[in-house]
């Protein structure tokens, strides 16, 4: 695993995560408002319990957390320039857990670049 110090000049880190009912992107995060606002449209914009869902042998809070997971995606990719993540102030990589009780999740790095 590469460290922060380990970084290439100028390059790309591209983050991976390897489930389908959480997500990975990128927002402010200065603010943890934003977290539960975000949680809070989410929740509104998918909910639990609908009638139509045929996926429902995992929990009331599996197959909204699929479908949220397809809207934000599985991977974020950050620019590094001179060794550095070059982020936005504010930005910070979220990792959206969408289950009510996700557990671990695993999330490929990549770094390319000289």
């Known amino acids: 695993m590469k460290?922060?110090?380990?970084?290439p000049k100028v390059g790309?880190?591209?983050l991976f995560i390897k489930h389908t009912s959480a997500a990975l992107t990128i927002n402010e995060n200065a603010d943890p408002d934003v977290r539960k606002d975000m949680e809070s449209i989410f929740n509104r914009l998918v909910?639990?319990?609908?009638p139509y869902y045929c996926h429902?042998?995992?929990?009331?809070d599996d197959m909204p957390a699929h479908a949220k997971a397809s809207i934000i995606g599985p991977?974020?990719?950050i620019p590094i320039t001179n060794g550095r993540l070059n982020?936005?102030?504010w930005q910070g990589i979220y990792l959206c857990e969408?289950?009510?009780y996700g557990g671990s999740r695993k999330i490929v790095?990549?770094?390319m670049g000289e």
């Open 3 to 7: 460290h922060i110090a380990d970084l």
């Open 12 to 14: 790309l880190l591209h």
């Open 47 to 50: 909910k639990e319990r609908e």
């Open 56 to 60: 429902t042998l995992e929990g009331d």
């Open 75 to 77: 991977s974020v990719s």
């Open 87 to 89: 982020m936005g102030t």
């Open 98 to 100: 969408f289950r009510d």
């Open 109 to 111: 790095a990549t770094v």
